[in-house]
């Protein structure tokens, strides 16, 4: 081999060697940035699970600092409703504000998201109309209280007792012991009977005397038995006059008052005793009558085996 060709192999082996080289180089410099791309992945994901387990943490603070902050009022101490409420609301608004801080510790522009959210917030909207209409509902409830747990109320045809209330629906337990859910929507907009929100509730009892009865002798039997009823209040006094004169009755009604929580009992009793007292002072409870007249002619009464006419 003569010396240019020594040359030509010694200058291939040196190409040869720098490729080898660069490209040991290359793969050097790749592991060494994917190095530090999974170490900076790895610290952010072991900041962002720290953010979020501190964000539930705080959450939970939160709540709890917010539901005993509100329960220091005394107004507002028996009614669970305000508390739980405000101690939910502040709760997810520390969670979400941790997921937006982990978002942005993660490297996602949480500003394109936030913007996607709020177009899709109206189509939300306009989907789930009625719930957030009970949300919203419910907050006004909240707010003007209507009706509290515990009450007894009348709500859109249905008597109970509320057993609980969220921001979607009134829970009643009728009289019958059945449950009943009202939205919240509805309840709000229609009208509310409250008989717990009053510190008394009058009982209205009419009767009927016959006309040949003595009536100033009715109304003092109604009155006595009012007076001497102990669940009746004194102040305002009962109260008994003649309000109507029927076909065959005449109306005399009895007005007292008494405690709310008693009424059913009061105003049942009362009755019974008013209809035995009339009974025993010989005033009389006449029903109704009825007489029938034979308007056929004559003739067709004597066919049928009646006697001939005249």
Not at 192 to 204: K, L, P, Q
Request: neutral net charge.
């Amino acid at each position: 081999m003569g010396r240019a060709d020594q040359g030509d192999v010694l200058a291939e082996t040196g190409s040869l060697t720098d490729a080898v080289r660069d490209t040991l180089d290359g793969q050097t410099v790749a592991m060494a940035k994917l190095t530090d791309l999974v170490g900076g992945l790895a610290v952010n994901l072991t900041i962002s699970v720290l953010i979020l387990a501190a964000a539930f943490w705080t959450s939970g603070w939160a709540g709890r600092f917010v539901r005993q902050a509100i329960q220091r009022f005394p107004h507002i101490r028996e009614d669970q409703t305000l508390a739980e409420f405000a101690s939910s609301l502040t709760r997810y608004a520390v969670i979400i504000i941790g997921i937006i801080a982990v978002l942005r510790r993660l490297g996602v522009e949480t500003t394109s998201i936030i913007t996607v959210l709020g177009a899709a917030s109206l189509a939300i909207g306009l989907a789930l109309q009625g719930a957030l209409t009970n949300v919203a509902a419910g907050v006004m409830i909240l707010l003007f209280r209507p009706y509290r747990v515990g009450d007894q109320v009348l709500i859109a045809g249905k008597s109970g007792t509320v057993r609980h209330f969220d921001l979607f629906n009134t829970e009643i337990r009728d009289f019958d012991n059945l449950k009943v859910v009202i939205p919240n929507g509805k309840a709000f907009g229609d009208v509310v009977v409250n008989y717990t929100d009053i510190t008394r509730r009058r009982i209205e009892i009419k009767v009927g005397i016959g006309y040949d009865d003595d009536i100033g002798k009715a109304l003092a039997i109604a009155i006595r038995c009012a007076v001497q009823e102990p669940r009746v209040l004194k102040e305002p006094a009962p109260w008994a006059k003649v309000t109507a004169l029927a076909p065959s009755t005449v109306e005399v009604t009895l007005r007292c008052w008494t405690a709310p929580a008693g009424f059913w009992d009061v105003s049942y009793d009362l009755l019974r005793k008013v209809k035995e007292s009339f009974d025993a002072g010989g005033v009389s409870l006449p029903f109704p009558t009825q007489v029938s007249i034979d308007e056929s002619p004559p003739r067709a009464r004597h066919r049928a085996g009646g006697q001939p006419p005249p």
